[in-house]
């Protein structure tokens, strides 16, 4: 509930915040995922790359058959079967997700087109930035 600060900002200093998630179901694959709102900052701006489930689940369903809600408040309670790009902090500089060289373009049009069913992607976050909140 609340505002969910970055994770990486005790490493990094940085200050982005969010405070929404979406719950997508993908039909075609008969699987419901929540996604954070800060997932397209942790993957352009600190190259997080997503876990093998993460992409493989991603790239494999039809993203036009993708159905659910925006939530503006994280928290809410409800099932999803897989989250996708939760960061979590292990260490100094460790996190659950690997740090990569570059973003993973591929992976991020992909999800951008699954979260195009439930919500336009250009929210009311700092500077309209597409993505996140």
Known sequence: MGYAKCRFNEDKGCNETGSQEWYVHLADLGKTINVPSMWKHYMQD????????????????????????????????????????YVERTGPNQYTHQIGEKPDTEFIDKLESILENVQPLQTKGIGFRPGYR
């Open 46 to 85: 600190h190259l997080v790359q997503p876990m093998s489930e993460e992409r493989r689940v991603i790239m494999a369903t039809d993203s036009t058959q993708a159905t659910g809600e925006h939530i503006t408040t994280r928290g809410s309670a409800r099932p999803a079967e897989l989250m996708v790009l």
